[in-house]
């Protein structure tokens, strides 16, 4: 049997010395943004943040010749920067997104992308209207283990998708004492997001019908937040599963199935380290390794597709208006964890995380 290629690697700019860009936010995530931009190429040239000495640190470490300012409208108000990156908090962001665009500037916005669907529709609306890009670092799309599961459906290697399952084992207890243990949903939003947009990405064009989700605390649990999770998406003619226990500190696992008419692709590693698929058929099976890591190849994927994007005059893969189908997704869930009834994605507007 014919080992098929896989197109999933993340693709550059192709001129990558003609993006100016100004990240706003210099927290902890930001050293993979601008990781990311400096992998491709790209200069980074003022960065902003109202802790100052924050990006300064971070002007220091990766872009020493960018400018920084404390406050975001100053970077805005530069003429030679054409893109900009919002990785401050989501509380915040949406207000932010709206000066860049007022701006005139396209705009990376770090996920999630909003707590509310309708402030989502209208920062889409108001961008397409401004003739400006939005996109949404959905950087778990180009996580080998997801991006080479989405290429394989994307290239019929499955045909008609079936069904897709995820369950993983994993040790989330490092968000104890920190703002992330506050989160009413830390499992089944902040972290399954990203499995919930591969659900979105791996059937396409169709439509949820119903999720049913759970999120309840172990026993002898010490953390505020539930920490074990599952959700059913039914679309009707096909059904995902995902399968979260955040509990353990064993031996984390990932695995993930997806079955299709005509073949099925398998893959089990520790959690995000999937360093292969296993592709079988009629003909047999054979591995499909994979390259890179989801830290940093992600971000560089995102930011990859969203400048090569605004080079070809096209929608990015990663829009606003497409990730607010898999925060639809998202919602769903966590409505139905809360109420224990399922619920159908779009009819639930916010996310309390």
Known sequence: ????????????????????????????????????????????????????????????????????????????????????????????????IKDALKAGKHVLSQKPFTFDIREG????????????????????????????????????????????????????????GSAFEQLHHLILSDFAIHWFDAVRCVFGERKPKLVFANAVKAIGQDMKQPMLGNAVVNFGDGLSTLSFSAYETHAPREYLCCVGSKGTIRGAADVARITELEYSNAKGTVKLPLQGTWFPDGFRGTLGEFLRAIEEGRESSISASNNLRSLELCFAALESADTGKPVKPGTVLTGRL
């Not at 401004?130 to 459906?153: E, H, K, M, T």
């Not at 499955?158 to 207890?173: C, E, K, M, P, R």
């Open 1 to 96: 049997m014919r080992i098929p290629k896989l197109d999933y690697l993340p693709r550059g700019p192709r001129r990558p010395k003609n993006h100016r860009i100004g990240l706003i936010g210099c927290g902890g995530i930001s050293q993979y943004h601008l990781q990311a931009a400096q992998a491709l190429g790209v200069n980074v040239v003022a960065l902003a943040d109202v802790n100052i000495a924050a990006a300064e640190s971070r002007r220091d470490e990766y872009f020493p010749t960018a400018d920084v300012y404390s406050s975001h409208h100053d970077l805005l108000a530069r003429d030679d920067i054409q893109v900009v990156e919002i990785a401050t908090h989501t509380a915040i962001r949406g207000a932010q």
């Open 121 to 176: 529709r209208k920062l889409a609306a108001y961008a397409k209207r401004r003739g400006l890009q939005l996109g949404i670092n959905q950087n778990g799309r180009w996580a080998p283990q997801f991006a080479g599961l989405i290429a394989a459906v994307r290239q019929g290697l499955l045909g008609d998708v079936y069904t897709l399952d995820f369950s993983l084992a994993w040790d989330h207890t490092w968000v104890r």
